[in-house]
């Protein structure tokens, strides 16, 4: 694993960690540019509330952290906007080997009024073969993720989706994969259906780069205006070059395979209202009893014993008790975010004995696809 680089010149903190480098404030004060060993160029835009682009934004606090192996970086800052209530926007991105984790917030006091609000828009440049697009609305029943729809990029125009997509891979002309893949809670995305509005997200293919916007909230026609309130959004650049490489056979200290552990009914995905075969991440029984496998392992451990994991899928889910708000019903979620969390919590775990794990996915699983799954340090 190559860990980040640090550089700061004139203001600017330059981040490079071998598969890409972050510019921050390129090309304005505020934004972002990735550029991707493959040429593929990811840059940040603006957020907007109302009629208040974050352009106007004050920005008041800056920092960046290391953690303590130097294996991960953190770059925040807040920015206020002065006028009226005065929101705020603060965007923390952290940053490691091929992965930049995106966590911005929205805070709109609740004396504000709201008719329209936007999450920062992105663009995608450089030679993109195609694009595909695993959508919430989509998956099969149990959970399991869908086949990606697939567009061939010089014939691409427009898309509107109601809700963002589960993951966006933009595939490169060399066969790299960039994953644009969105945080674990989807109902935050789409929270605008829960207080008298509507939201869009759109991609449109523009001057040859991909851009998508995120209309989070746009009050629908003869309705009065909105409270304001405070969204907390995640989403996920990770990339890969080449396709993923298949694991290669070793013997196992232990392993835990998921298709074969008897899960109770409240830690399976429910779909449409049905119970499904496939657990979920975001369930604590999942976790806690992943984690329990793990803890009872930590005391026979050597250097260089290997965990597995196995048939492993990051399933969609809708059962609001996993997001502790049983009452709601219905609160669309996704496993990603959470796998990705135990993996990193296991990973501290076991350095001290220098044994590691390894985690594979369902056969047939389109998860294979994604780069934050398939650069796992063993």
């Not at 770059?75 to 002065?82: D, E």
């Not at 196992?252 to 009914?265: I, L, R, V």
Request: hydrophobic content about 40%; glycine content about 8%.
């Amino acid at each position: 694993m190559n860990a980040p680089q640090v550089s700061i010149k004139d203001g600017l903190a330059t981040i490079a960690t071998g598969s890409f480098t972050y510019c921050s404030d390129t090309p304005q004060k505020g934004l972002s540019r990735i550029t991707f060993d493959d040429g593929l160029v990811l840059e940040t835009f603006y957020a907007k509330i109302g009629k208040m682009p974050e352009s106007l934004a004050v920005h008041d606090k800056r920092r960046i952290n290391s953690s303590s192996d130097g294996s991960e970086v953190v770059f925040g800052m807040r920015g206020v906007l002065p006028f009226g209530s005065e929101p705020a926007l603060s965007h923390e991105i952290s940053i490691r080997s091929n992965t930049l984790h995106f966590v911005t917030e929205l805070q709109v006091r609740q004396s504000q009024k709201l008719e329209s609000l936007s999450a920062e828009s992105f663009n995608v440049s450089g030679p993109i073969a195609r694009i595909g697009l695993i959508n919430a609305g989509a998956p099969k029943a149990g959970g399991a993720l869908p086949e990606p729809d697939w567009h061939d990029f010089a014939s691409f125009d427009l898309l509107e989706l109601p809700e963002p997509p589960l993951a966006l891979l933009v595939e490169s002309a060399s066969g790299s994969i960039l994953e644009l893949s969105t945080g674990e809670d989807l109902w935050r995305w789409t929270a605008a259906l829960r207080h008298g509005g509507t939201c869009n997200f759109i991609l449109r293919k523009e001057n040859g780069a991909l851009k998508v916007s995120k209309e989070l909230f746009k009050l629908k026609p003869e309705t009065p205006p909105a409270d304001g309130w405070k969204w907390r959004l995640a989403w996920r650049a990770s990339w890969s070059k080449g396709k993923p490489a298949k694991s290669r056979k070793r013997k196992f200290k232990s392993t835990f395979d998921m298709a074969d552990f008897e899960w109770p009914e409240p830690a399976l995905c429910v779909v449409g209202g049905k119970i499904g075969k496939q657990p979920c991440f975001s369930s604590q029984i999942v976790i806690n009893t992943l984690k329990k496998w793990l803890r009872t392992q930590l005391a026979d451990l050597s250097k260089g014993d290997v965990l597995l994991l196995s048939n492993v899928e990051p399933s969609y889910c809708e059962s609001a008790s996993d997001q502790d708000r049983p009452k709601l019903g219905v609160l669309p979620h996704w496993g990603l975010e959470p796998l990705l969390e135990f993996r990193d919590w296991a990973t501290r775990q076991l350095e001290p004995s220098g044994a590691s794990l390894l985690i594979t996915l369902r056969k047939g699983s389109k998860a294979e696809l994604f780069p934050s799954l398939a650069n796992i340090p063993e």
